[in-house]
C-alpha cells in the first residue's frame, strides 16, 4: 500500500507561529489559490510564507472573489492542491522522513505533526511527534531538533490516504 501526501505544511495547516516546512517540498502559491483565496491573500502568502494565518480572513474578506469552501485559509493556508501536483510526495507506510523548519521569528509554545484529512481538516490518529516548548525565543538558540527532526509514516492510515491529495502531511501546527 502506497500512501499519497502532498507536502503541504508551511506551518500553516493550523499553525499560529512563525514558520514553515522547507523539506520535504511545501505547497506554493498559483493560480488555482488566487482564483479561490484572491489575488490579496495570495499576496500575502508569497510576501511572506511564514506568517501566521490570523490576518488573512481581514484580506480574503476584502476580496469580491474569495470562495470560502475553496478556500480554506486554516488549512494550508489556502494554498491549492491543483497549484502543487509536482510535489506530490508518495511514502510507503512505516519509513522515517526526515523534516526540515525555518522558523525566522520563533515563539514559545507546543507543537505537533500530525497526518491531516484534506476533506474534513482533521487529524488522522496521533501526532506524528509532538512538542511541549517548541521554538522558545528565550533560548539563545533553538534546539537542534525544532528544525531538523524525523517522522515516522503511520501503518495504520489503511485506504484513507491513498489518493494524492487526500490528505496532507505534515501538519506542523504551534502556537
Given at each position: 500500500m502506497l500512501y499519497n501526501a502532498l507536502i503541504a505544511a508551511s506551518l500553516a495547516s493550523t499553525a499560529f507561529g512563525h514558520g514553515l516546512i522547507t523539506s520535504p517540498p511545501i505547497r506554493?502559491?498559483?493560480?488555482?489559490?488566487?482564483?479561490a483565496c484572491g489575488a490579496s491573500v495570495a499576496a500575502l502568502v508569497t510576501a511572506d510564507n511564514t506568517s501566521h494565518v490570523e490576518g488573512m480572513p481581514e484580506a480574503a474578506a476584502a476580496e469580491t472573489n474569495f470562495n470560502a469552501t475553496a478556500c480554506n485559509l486554516f488549512m494550508c493556508k489556502g494554498l491549492q492542491f491543483e497549484d502543487n501536483k509536482a510535489n506530490v510526495?508518495?511514502?510507503?507506510?512505516?519509513?522515517i522522513v526526515n523534516m526540515l523548519a525555518s522558523i525566522p521569528i520563533p515563539h514559545e509554545g507546543p507543537m505537533n505533526v500530525s497526518v491531516i484529512?484534506?476533506?474534513t481538516n482533521q487529524a488522522i490518529g496521533d501526532p506524528l511527534i509532538?512538542?511541549?516548548?517548541?521554538?522558545?525565543?528565550?533560548l539563545a538558540q533553538l534546539p537542534a531538533n525544532n528544525t531538523n527532526f524525523n517522522v515516522t509514516i503511520p501503518t495504520t492510515l489503511g485506504d484513507q490516504c491513498g489518493v494524492a491529495g487526500a490528505c496532507v502531511c505534515p501538519s506542523l501546527s504551534y502556537h
Open positions: 506554493a502559491v498559483g493560480l488555482a489559490m488566487e482564483a510526495q508518495t511514502f510507503q507506510p512505516g519509513p484529512d484534506t476533506a509532538v512538542f511541549d516548548s517548541y521554538a522558545d525565543e528565550s
